[in-house]
């Protein structure tokens, strides 16, 4: 394999973060776990599991999607928006309410 690029290890998003090894662990073991939920919830489908039981188990992997979100709201607010306030970037704001919309849908 070849040397990645920079350029090709940039996310699709304009903005990047510098996360704490702290913050970064927790995002991404709350994913694993997400993405272990939705791997057994496949597998339920697969063995024709009975709907009450899917849906359950659906209800607890939105449940876990929706504690990642407050989390990640959370560290957003308290690192990106507190900083961009400080620096006189008041069009953070806008952004926050923006996404804030989005998510209450």
């Known amino acids: ?31 694993n776990r997400i993405e272990g939920q939705i791997r057994g919830i496949k597998g339920m489908v697969e063995k024709n599991a009975y709907c009450t039981d899917i849906l359950v188990q659906v209800a607890a992997a939105n449940a876990a999607l929706n504690s990642f979100n407050k989390v990640l709201l959370a560290n957003h607010i ?28």
């Open 78 to 105: 308290k690192t990106c928006v507190m900083q961009d306030i400080r620096e006189g970037k008041e069009e953070t704001v806008d952004e926050l309410v923006a996404v804030l919309q989005k998510l209450m849908k």
């Open 1 to 31: 394999m070849g040397i990645i690029m920079e350029e090709e290890r940039k996310c699709c998003c304009q903005k990047t973060k510098e996360r704490s090894e702290k913050e970064y662990k927790d995002l991404i073991h709350r994913l």
